[in-house]
């Protein structure tokens, strides 16, 4: 129970700096936006608009315009939420660690193992909520304006927060090492645009160099990291497949693969077991 006290007062200070606040404000300004736009052609009952515009593109069999927006939807809010909600959560770690806090923490009943877990819990706690609330909405929003209940929003929504969980060891272990929120900020931005080319490393990373030792380096960042390029690709994966995507490169639709989960959880548990680690060797 403590801990679980410990990570809500970590969610409570992450909303009282604000940007938790603005998330969740713009999520409700896009919520807001379809639940006016959004409408169903009276002529056929099935078309749907946007503002008054048919969302019927050519040349796509089978195309789903509802399940082709939810889609990207997901895709870009959640992609958002996970790259900018470093900003809420990379200064929590350290704000613990400041002199005269650290001390305060450290004096409740709390394995410093608990203190930094629980801790990071809190901070992802936060994203968490507002993935969560906006999938509630769109899904609302959909299911009353077009008569389609997307379920699939929830999974997908709970798989992307697991996602940043993991991505999230990258900074808890960065603050505790070098105790600066900017340092983690620019480590996991760096990362995080450095996840999707390891993903197509083969095709994009190897061409630079034709040596095995790099090739090998390479695979073994990939490994040793959360894989969140491919996370979030599977999240929406859940949700369905871009048609635009699939007609460009003529395949079929893909389906969601658990292996990149598999493998970020046991990067993410080293990551965050080097984290302890160096947290319980500290003297304070």
């Not at 930094?116 to 993935?131: D, E």
């Not at 197509?200 to 960042?221: F, M, S």
Request: hydrophobic letters at 55%; aromatic letters at 16%.
């Amino acid at each position: 129970m403590k801990g679980v006290w410990l990570a809500l007062l970590t969610i409570r200070e992450a909303i009282l700096k604000g940007t938790l606040v603005f998330y969740f404000a713009v999520g409700n300004i896009i919520i807001i936006f379809f639940a006016f736009a959004l409408s169903v052609s009276p002529d056929d009952g099935t078309t749907l608009l946007i503002l008054g515009n048919p969302v019927t593109p050519r040349g796509i069999e089978g195309f789903n315009p509802v399940e082709f927006l939810i889609l990207q939807l997901f895709q870009s809010s959640i992609s958002a939420i996970l790259l900018f909600g470093i900003f809420a959560t990379a200064g929590l770690i350290p704000a613990m660690l400041e002199k005269g806090t650290v001390e305060l923490y450290l004096c409740k009943p709390l394995s410093r193992f608990s203190l930094l877990l629980f801790r990071s819990a809190g901070a992802c706690g936060g994203i968490t909520v507002n993935i969560l609330y906006f999938a509630a909405g769109i899904f609302a929003v959909f299911g009353f304006k077009t008569g389609v209940w997307h379920g699939a929003l929830f999974p997908a929504a709970l798989m992307a927060s697991i996602a940043f969980f993991f991505y999230y060891s990258i900074i808890a272990f960065s603050t505790v090492v070098f105790r600066s929120t900017g340092f983690a900020i620019m480590l996991a931005f760096v990362y995080s645009l450095f996840s999707g080319a390891l993903a197509l490393r083969e095709k994009v990373l190897y061409p630079w160099w034709d040596n095995v030792v790099y090739h090998r380096l390479l695979d073994a960042v990939y490994y040793a990291t959360p894989q969140t390029d491919e996370m979030l690709t599977n999240s929406a994966r859940i949700i369905g497949t871009n048609p635009f995507i699939r007609l460009a490169i003529g395949s079929a639709p893909q389906t969601f693969d658990v292996m990149p989960f598999v493998c970020s959880f046991l990067s993410a548990s080293l990551i965050y077991g080097g984290a302890v680690w160096y947290f319980s060797s500290q003297d304070f």
